[in-house]
Structures are given as structure tokens and as C-alpha cells.
């Protein structure tokens, strides 16, 4: 999900760059549509198998005592995170699934507001959030992104898959839309507290007169709900989320993508700044899941290869 640093949405789910575009390519598996209403902490077997694990050793001790990594999640963001047939599934569970194989640990996914992801692991709700999260600074140094002001410690990401905001509308009517200057004057949906909502305002502030109205939802579900129903002009979501949505809404009969993919940027795992053993582990596992194919099975699985990277880093957003 792209989504901001405001406190999947006040951590929002995307991400600001130069504009940059990836292809939409293969095609989207049909697996179901995401329910933000239920809480699942069960993503599937994630076949912990504790200290025979090859990386079971670089956890830190509270981590090796539970044998759990807690993930706070925005579970209705198909295909990245949602639910179907009462279990967490999507591209986020299946990586945290191959991390956990890793590990020797259970990633155990914990539903939640994209927005109360942050404060989830100051509190210690969660030890990481991993969401569709888009790696930016802000996010690294905890700034709210419109005010420039600090909400908490930040945290540090790493990174696991690479995307860009697509936008998408209601099929055949694609009202000349091609860039996002073409938004001045309609009326767009988006997620709350997303990295997509940060660009529409920033993209409403060089509008003018030509007003850019701007909806936003708590989930990105809602918001394809409204342009479905002829309540907006175009939606703005990642590209794993327009594209899945494109593919699967209506058997394919409801939207279309317009224009090429925003700003794409890194999506990373979230975890909170004084736990840098766990996070060098996680990074760690994200290599062997690369270096063995596993990484790339899975994005095969979903539908979005396009978005694949060749290397894990961390903090490697802008």
C-alpha cells in the first residue's frame, strides 16, 4: 500500500520521487477482496523450525524465547495483504512466510488502521509493521510529511519490493487523463494517510483555480467502492492495488488504468529504531529469499514481478 508517515493510513501506504514508471505486467491472480472489519493474527504455517533455522541464531533472545515476530498490518489491500476465507493472505504473508522459514519464526499478522501502524510499534504492539509501506525519509525520522514537524522516533525499513502510484478510472472514461497535472479540476479517491493522499495534496496546492477535490477513506477497499459508484472521477492507489483492483473488480469490467505508474519507490518492512538486531535478521533472511528464487516464485504467484528487486537494503528510500 503507498501510504504516509501521518499518524496503510496516517502511516501511509506510498512514496515521492521523480516520476518514474513501471509496466503492469502478467496477470492478477483472483484470490477475494480484503475485510479491514475482521483482526486475523494467523497469516498460515509459516514452518518455524526455531534454532535449526539457518538464521535462528541473529534474532535477538526475546524473539528466540516466543519463536513470534508480531506484524502490524493493514490486512484489506489486495493483493498485498487481505483476507480470504477467514485467513491473512497476499503477497505481504506469503514473503513474511519465506522470512519466517528463514528465521525459524512465525510471522504472526495483526490487523490494524494503516494510520495507528506507527504508534502500534511505539507502543510496542507490534515489532514490525509491514504493510505496503513506502520507505521514505519522513518515515526513517518520524516527521509528519505536511507539517514537517516530528511525531515520534521514526523507524528504520528494510526493503522488499519496489512501486509507483498508478491512477485508475471508472472503464471508458478515461477523460484524457494521462499525468497528474491532468487531475486539476476532478474529483480523485484515495487511502487515508497514504503516500497517494500526500500526492494529491501536493498535486491540489499547484491546481489553482481549477480546484483538485480530494476524498480519502480508511481503506483503499472503500475508496474503489465510491468511484465504482460514480462518487469520483479517479482513484489513486499503488500499483499492486490499481492494477489488482483493474484486473479483478467487477470481473474486470469496472475500471482501467490511465497514465504510467508515479514516483516509484521502495516499499520496506518497518521496525523500530532500537531494535537493529532484529531488523539486520529480517534484512538477512530478505537476501536468502532473493538469492534462492523464493522472493520471485511469490511475486510470480501475485501478479506483480514488475515491482521486483535484485538487492535488500536498508533505509534505501527518499
Same mark, same amino acid.
Given at each position: ?8 493510513? &496516517? ?9 518514474? @514508471?513501471?509496466?503492469?505486467?502478467? &496477470? ?5 477482496? *480484503? ?6 493474527? %494467523? ?46 493472505? *497476499? ?23 494503516? =494510520? ?27 516527521? =509528519? ?86 462518487? @469520483? %472521477? ?8 490499481? &492494477? ?19 514516483? &516509484? @519507490? ?39 514481478? @514488475? ?12
Amino acid at each position: 500500500m503507498t501510504a504516509s508517515t501521518t499518524p496503510r493510513p &496516517a502511516a501511509a501506504r506510498s512514496r515521492l520521487a521523480a516520476v518514474g @514508471a513501471i509496466a503492469v505486467a502478467g &496477470a492478477l491472480l483472483l484470490t477475494g477482496c *480484503g475485510d479491514q472489519t475482521k483482526k486475523h493474527s %494467523d497469516n498460515g504455517d509459516s514452518s518455524a523450525t526455531g534454532s535449526s533455522a539457518p538464521l535462528f541464531d541473529k534474532l535477538p533472545q526475546s524473539i528466540k524465547d516466543s519463536k513470534v515476530i508480531k506484524v502490524g498490518s493493514d490486512i484489506a489491500y489486495p493483493p498485498v495483504e487481505f483476507i480470504k476465507d477467514g485467513k491473512t493472505v *497476499g503477497m505481504d504473508p506469503d514473503i513474511a512466510d519465506a522470512l519466517g522459514q528463514e528465521l525459524g519464526v512465525k510471522f504472526q499478522f495483526n490487523n490494524s488502521k494503516f =494510520d495507528a501502524l506507527m504508534a502500534g510499534l511505539r507502543s510496542n504492539r507490534y515489532d514490525i509493521a509491514m504493510s505496503a509501506m513506502t520507505d521514505t525519509k519522513d518515515r526513517q525520522n518520524g516527521v =509528519d510529511p505536511e507539517k514537517k514537524t516530528k511525531v515520534g522516533d521514526g523507524v528504520d525499513f528494510v526493503d522488499y519490493f519496489q512501486a509507483g502510484v498508478s491512477m485508475y478510472v471508472p472503464k471508458g472514461k478515461t477523460q484524457g487523463i494521462k499525468s497528474l497535472d491532468d487531475l486539476c479540476g476532478k474529483k480523485i479517491v484515495v487511502q487515508r494517510g497514504t503516500t497517494s493522499e500526500d500526492m494529491a495534496k501536493k498535486q491540489a496546492d499547484k491546481c489553482g483555480d481549477k480546484k483538485l477535490d480530494i476524498e480519502a477513506f480508511d481503506t483503499d477497499v472503500l475508496a474503489q467502492t465510491r468511484l465504482r459508484s460514480g462518487g @469520483a %472521477d479517479v482513484g489513486l492507489s499503488d500499483f499492486p492495488v490499481a &492494477a489488482y483492483a483493474v484486473k479483478t473488480s467487477g470481473g474486470g469490467n469496472d475500471f482501467e488504468l490511465v497514465g504510467d505508474q508515479v514516483e &516509484a @519507490a521502495p516499499y520496506g518492512m518497518a521496525v523500530p529504531k532500537n531494535q537493529s538486531q532484529l531488523r539486520d535478521a529480517i534484512k538477512a533472511a530478505m537476501d536468502r529469499i532473493i538469492a534462492s528464487h523464493k522472493y520471485e516464485q511469490i511475486l510470480d504467484k501475485w501478479g506483480v514481478k @514488475a515491482g521486483a528487486i535484485t538487492e535488500s537494503k536498508i533505509n534505501g528510500g527518499s
